[in-house]
């Protein structure tokens, strides 16, 4: 161009079209540069045509950082690795409880142990645990796991330091009494991460204070939850200024907020539970906390997703605090990967909360935000859609991420977190046969090598494998339950069965 302009020799309708091309070269270039880059329907892989235009809002809303018209592409079906596979084909083995199972806290009631029981298991009933402890399943838990990892030993946690810092904990969790977003949600998420950590394997991955640090992520992850979305936060400041959206410029608001928080309750000696951490180990942890809470930012699913699946397809190292904090994003989500019985409670205590925050913005004049309108949101389908596009893509990522941790721990024998975990007999019990499908319950060790950290590899490669299938058959239920209801034309807000999820399938 500069050339013909040069000599006076111009095309002009070369030069426009170059000129057109050149322009939209740096727009490219320069949006490459500055957003992240994704596309919205390219990464949750939304097919227009089966999902309402209120769910695509909201999930474009909700799960990433930008909305952008929808386009059609072909699904991604989840792979399986060929060494699972022939460990599927070849070793069904199940973990049984040998002994009886004790508490680790003593003095416990009856209930409480009994509840207790399943918690190293994918059906273990959140619900049941707070009843039974009168209200106190996040305390309970969060104890409970922190003697069962021998953490309180190894890092010298006062007793009374956790009791006065767990009882501050729900009390800030029940500030703002949400149906949702409460100190069961908190116990829910601990207990979840325990269990993909066992479940996968990556547990034996980790370092004592590493497992401490996602133990206590997921507990504080929500700590003092207001209740609404960060959009709310950041939307309304119009008509009403969010003081949280002001501390923290509109950047996750509200988990800025529970990190930071809660990190300020430790600063009080009668609640710090990390008195006897050292410096660096202290330092350490709270990064960890920090980068693991900052990622349960739904607004980060489709980067976080993005950048670990990039990561397993260049076969690059993985980084620990991110996969953690994948862990942790996953478990938040967890419950339509969970039997029918507590997904189908988890959904109306969370549509009440968004549908209390859309009856607080039709009362200031905004408009209602995607699925926060009572009258008139498609429940069942949202639920669909969450699976579809959030939950099974999440899982499936964990699944292949985990195998690629693990397996080159089993093919190191020398492991000797794993050996020393298997020999003292931890009970780490996976889920029955009738839980888990297809897998046979055998009793532990008779059918592999009689080697004891050989023998506990096997078991976790069959516990890979289980999760897999355990995950994958409950969303699918859940998603048949919610067709169910569709067919029945019990799929709305103002359906009285969908906002208490019974079943009428
Ligand atoms: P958090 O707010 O940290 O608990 O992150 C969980 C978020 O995931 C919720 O606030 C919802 O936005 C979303 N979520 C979890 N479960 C569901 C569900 N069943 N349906 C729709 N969204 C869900
Ligand atoms: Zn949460």
Request: a negative charge.
């Amino acid at each position: 161009m500069v050339q013909q302009l040069e000599v006076r020799d111009v095309d002009f309708d070369e030069l426009k079209r170059n000129l057109e091309f050149t322009a939209s070269l740096l727009e490219a270039l320069y949006t490459n540069g500055t957003q992240p880059s994704f596309d919205v329907e390219d990464d949750l892989q939304i097919r227009s045509d089966v999902v309402p235009v209120e769910v695509r809002d909201w999930l474009a809303s909700t799960f990433t950082q930008r909305v952008q018209p929808i386009r059609q592409r072909l699904e991604e079906k989840p792979k399986f690795r060929s060494i699972v596979h022939a460990v599927q084909a070849g070793i069904f083995v199940e973990r049984i409880f040998r002994k009886a199972y004790s508490t680790a806290m003593p003095d416990q009631p009856a209930e409480v142990i009994n509840c207790l029981r399943d918690l190293d298991r994918g059906n273990f009933d959140v619900f049941s645990l707070d009843a039974v402890s009168s209200g106190h399943s996040l305390k309970t838990l969060f104890i409970e796991l922190i003697i069962k990892h021998h953490l309180n030993s190894r890092f010298k946690v006062p007793i009374s330091c956790l009791m006065s810092f767990l009882c501050e904990l729900e009390r800030g969790y029940n500030k703002h009494t949400n149906a949702y977003h409460n100190h069961t949600h908190a116990a829910d998420v601990t207990h979840t991460v325990h269990c993909l950590l066992l479940r996968t394997g990556v547990l034996y991955w980790l370092t004592e204070l590493e497992v401490l640090a996602c133990l206590f992520a997921a507990a504080i992850h929500d700590y003092e939850h207001t209740g609404n979305t960060n959009n709310f936060h950041i939307y309304t400041r119009w008509v009403r200024w969010s003081e949280l959206a002001m501390i923290y410029n509109d950047r996750s608001v509200q988990e800025s907020h529970h990190v930071s928080a809660a990190f300020r309750l430790l600063q009080d000696e009668n609640t710090n539970i990390f008195m006897n951490l050292t410096r660096p180990e202290w330092i350490e942890l709270r990064s960890l906390v920090i980068e693991m809470v900052l990622g349960t930012d739904m607004s980060c699913h489709v980067l976080q997703v993005k950048a670990m699946r990039s990561c397993l397809q260049q076969h690059e190292c993985i980084d620990k605090p991110k996969a953690l904090s994948l862990i942790l994003h996953a478990a938040d989500i967890s419950h339509p990967a969970k039997p029918w019985s507590l997904h189908s409670r988890w959904t109306p205590r969370l549509m009440e909360e968004f549908f209390t925050q859309g009856d607080k913005e039709a009362e200031l004049g905004l408009s209602i935000s995607p699925l926060c309108d009572r009258n008139n949101t498609p429940v069942a389908q949202s639920q669909i859609a969450f699976m579809e596009f959030i939950v099974e893509p999440t899982f499936s990522l964990i699944s292949d991420m985990s195998e690629k941790i693990v397996i080159p721990l089993i093919q190191d024998t020398t492991c000797s977190r794993y050996r020393s975990e298997f020999k003292s007999g931890t009970e780490v019990g996976t889920e029955t046969g009738t839980e888990a499908g297809t897998e046979v319950g055998t009793e532990a060790g008779t059918e592999v090598g009689t080697e004891t950290g050989q023998r506990g590899l096997q078991w976790t490669v069959a516990d890979m494998v289980s999760f897999r299938s355990m995950w994958m058959r409950h969303t699918e239920e859940n998603k048949n339950r919610w067709r169910d209801k569709v067919k029945n034309g019990v799929s709305h807000s103002d359906d009285s069965e969908t906002q208490t999820g019974q079943d009428t399938a």
